[in-house]
């Protein structure tokens, strides 16, 4: 019980409402703010993916359990997603733990997550970019089950379930974004569904071959569930008073300042990028929609936001 009212504790209990609430608000996020957060605390970083994966398996798996009851996931789609990643996922534990010594894996895995956090914000871009095409374009002719492709699915989830294993973060940015380009036909509550689905079992694998080879510390777990779960609540809760640009613009910035953080590059580089990124971003991004011919504010799958939070509100998409 001590453990539990520490300094350490506390902070992590803190930090975790606080990105429940960025995971509310706009339904992404989780892994990907919560792992770094987590190292930035003073957490060694494969105690950081241990924990976090095994947080993340219990919210993914009340989300999914609604869509599986409501029978929303598309469940061809998801078992070739599951074929390639959930291997792939358990592998992530036994690859870091074969790098060598401790300082080498600390090392190791600090770049791996600089190296997915820089893939997810450009992953949070391109599906920015995607949601103001399509909004220019129309939207396209939805089906709730559309011709599978298995071999690219497969290696979306192989890839996935990879990053996934090693880093704790991808499974609800890169799977996500992969499936509106392989699918973008396919409707929205299914799309969410799918991906719900098919993110248990990866991420549920890559928790336990963690647990096994790392183990969990409770002085950081519980204060990642309890902070968690009543943070994204009450995201969901006032999403609806916060723009969501300005929100989903923010964590991309913070994803690229945090991940060239943790790939070394020096504060000064790091403080010049944030600038521009907070400058520049925001001019780019307007000219963009300028130029495609979409007004501030369309976001073509509000859609399947709304719905994200209907069924489930303490969801943590990685």
Excluded: C
């Excluded at 703010?33 to 970083?45: C, H, Q, R, S, Y």
């Excluded at 989300?63 to 358990?90: C, I």
């Excluded at 450009?122 to 559309?146: E, F, H, I, K, M």
């Amino acid at each position: 019980m001590n453990e539990l009212l520490t300094y350490s504790a506390l902070s992590i209990l803190v930090v975790s409402f606080g990105v429940g609430i960025v995971v509310g608000l706009t339904g992404m996020g989780g892994g990907a703010l919560m792992t770094p957060a987590l190292i930035f605390l003073g957490v060694n970083p494969t105690a950081a993916v241990a924990n976090d994966l095994v947080a993340a398996s219990v919210n993914k798996s009340v989300g999914a359990a609604v869509h599986a009851r409501e029978g929303s996931p598309n469940w061809r789609l998801a078992g070739w997603l599951m074929l390639g990643s959930v291997p792939t996922a358990a592998a992530g534990a036994f690859i870091i733990d074969a790098i060598g010594a401790e300082e080498d894996q600390t090392s190791f895995v600090k770049v791996a997550i600089g190296v997915a956090l820089l893939l997810t914000a450009a992953t949070y871009t391109l599906r920015s970019y995607l949601n103001v095409r399509a909004a220019r374009l129309g939207r396209p002719t939805s089906t709730d089950d559309p011709t599978i492709k298995p071999l690219a699915t497969f290696a979306v989830g192989a890839v996935g379930g990879l990053l996934v294993g090693v880093t704790s973060v991808g499974s609800g940015s890169l799977i996500m974004v992969s499936l509106l380009l392989l699918y973008p036909t396919l409707t929205a509550v299914r799309l969410v569904g799918t991906d719900l689905v098919q993110a248990v079992p990866l991420v549920l694998s890559a928790a336990i071959t963690h647990v096994i080879v790392t183990g969990v510390d409770f002085g950081v777990l519980i204060p990642l569930v309890l902070g968690g779960m009543p943070g994204t609540y009450l995201g969901a809760r006032i999403a609806n008073r916060v723009p969501q640009g300005i929100v989903r613009r923010g964590i991309v910035v913070v994803l690229s300042i945090t991940g060239l953080t943790l790939l070394g590059v020096p504060p000064v580089a790091v403080g010049i990028i944030a600038a521009g990124l907070v400058i520049l971003g925001p001019v780019g991004w307007a000219l963009l929609r300028d130029r495609i011919g979409v007004p501030e504010g369309v976001d073509l799958f509000a859609e399947k936001r709304d719905l994200e939070r209907a069924h489930h509100p303490n969801e943590d998409p990685r």
